[in-house]
């Protein structure tokens, strides 16, 4: 089955963003993308975004590397520094994937 | 905490839309919301969409409202007879929420 990702952990950050300093934003946003995918355990991202209100994905290969992502030393600042600028609130919860499915048109 | 979903079941559905019956699909979409927040152990949804590509998260209290949802007749015909008009791919992950954060502007 096409990405199955039974086992994987997924944080779902959900957000809405002030649109203050969207230059700053785009920026961080895009270097932060860079920098998650080169960690260890990085199993990919899913991301949506419009009006300001957000979904994004990110996959990893189990608990500890998602929390070594989250307590980066590079995302930690950047998350305190954007933190206020940026959003008016976000929520994140992590969880344990169980079962995948996918379809695609034939 | 502001929403804690901890020991929550998460529905993540990722989808690409084909474009096709926007009219057909706003309906049922509309119509699965409402039939969702009336199922038993429903806790909420969260939801962005842009350009055709959507995410939507449900949230539940446990699995068995998660999985009786999925095989609701209503949600099953509605899935079985959109889903080549609507979707090009969807991908859809089951989870359990082991924890949440969220935070808010002051």
Known sequence: MAEDRSGQIAVMFISERTGDDAEGYAAAADAMDRLAAQQPGYRGVDNVSADGLGITLSYWA???????WRTHPEHSATREAGRGRW??????HVADIARSYSWTRE
């Not at 189990?62 to 070594?68: G, I, K, N, R, T």
């Not at 959003?87 to 994140?92: A, G, H, I, Q, S």
């Open 62 to 68: 189990d608990d500890a590397s998602a929390v070594a």
């Open 87 to 92: 959003y008016k609130w976000y929520r994140l």
